[in-house]
T-cell receptor, first 113, second 112 residues
Framework: DQQVKQNSPSLSVQEGRISILNCDYTNSMFDYFLWYKKYPAEGPTFLIS?????DKNEDGRFTVFLNKSAKHLSLHIVPSQPGDSAVYFCAASFSGSARQLTFGSGTQLTVLP | DARVTQTPRHKVTEMGQEVTMRCQPI?????VFWYRQTMMQGLELLAY????????DSGMPKDRFSAEMPDATLATLKIQPSEPRDSAVYFC??????????FGSGTRLTVV
């Protein structure tokens, strides 16, 4: 049973527009959420995170929103750039899990020039 | 620039053979993970060490997979015997906390 779900395997957006990547989770014990970005033939790299005590965290062009009641988080990229084309993984953890990360299946973002 | 080093980058082996993947975590990191990436499941946690002690290996098929940290500079993931369904990219990650886990570039395993 997947505790972290990314239901969209792929997303295409035009350069300059907003990219919105979505993630749902089922385990209400999760209290920390992260987004990782992965290019082909490389390992995932940390992008942005959010604690469950917040509902928004922003870092430059990247903003993560958390809706605890809906068990949903999203990553907004504005404006999208061709270099943002990658697979984006949502991940979650809770303190009782010794902080291991549970990942979603990923969304391939393609930003079209 | 500190990085997690994984070897080999690619491995092709025949079914039934033993496969050993190695990981050199970043110096000073006390937490090491092994993940497997497949098309269907995304990134699956296989095993997890803190201060070289295994904390969780419930994601591993115990009959064929084993993970060890013989010292602080080396983590190994072994598959014996390997099967075609083990074909995937295996990632090692290290860190001090969930806020800063760094992944290696992975070992792409193909079992034919």
């Amino acid at each position: 049973d997947q505790q972290v779900k990314q239901n969209s395997p792929s997303l295409s957006v035009q350069e300059g527009r907003i990219s919105i990547l979505n993630c749902d989770y089922t385990n209400s014990m999760f209290d920390y959420f992260l987004w990782y970005k992965k290019y082909p033939a490389e390992g995932p790299t940390f992008l942005i995170s959010i604690s469950s005590i917040k509902d928004k965290n922003e870092d430059g062009r990247f903003t993560v929103f958390l809706n605890k009641s809906a068990k949903h988080l999203s990553l907004h990229i504005v404006p999208s750039q061709p270099g943002d084309s990658a697979v984006y993984f949502c991940a979650a953890s809770f303190s009782g899990s010794a902080r291991q990360l549970t990942f979603g299946s990923g969304t391939q973002l393609t930003v079209l020039p | 620039d500190a990085r997690v080093t994984q070897t080999p980058r690619h491995k092709v082996t025949e079914m039934g053979q033993e496969v050993t993947m190695r990981c050199q975590p970043i110096l000073g990191h006390n937490t090491v993970f092994w993940y497997r990436q497949t098309m269907m499941q995304g990134l699956e946690l296989l095993a997890y060490f803190r201060n070289r002690a295994p904390l969780d290996d419930s994601g591993m098929p115990k009959d064929r997979f084993s993970a060890e940290m013989p010292d602080a500079t080396l983590a190994t993931l072994k598959i014996q015997p390997s099967e075609p369904r083990d074909s995937a990219v295996y990632f090692c990650a290290s860190g001090l906390s969930v806020y800063g886990y760094t992944f290696g570039s992975g070992t792409r395993l193909t079992v034919v």
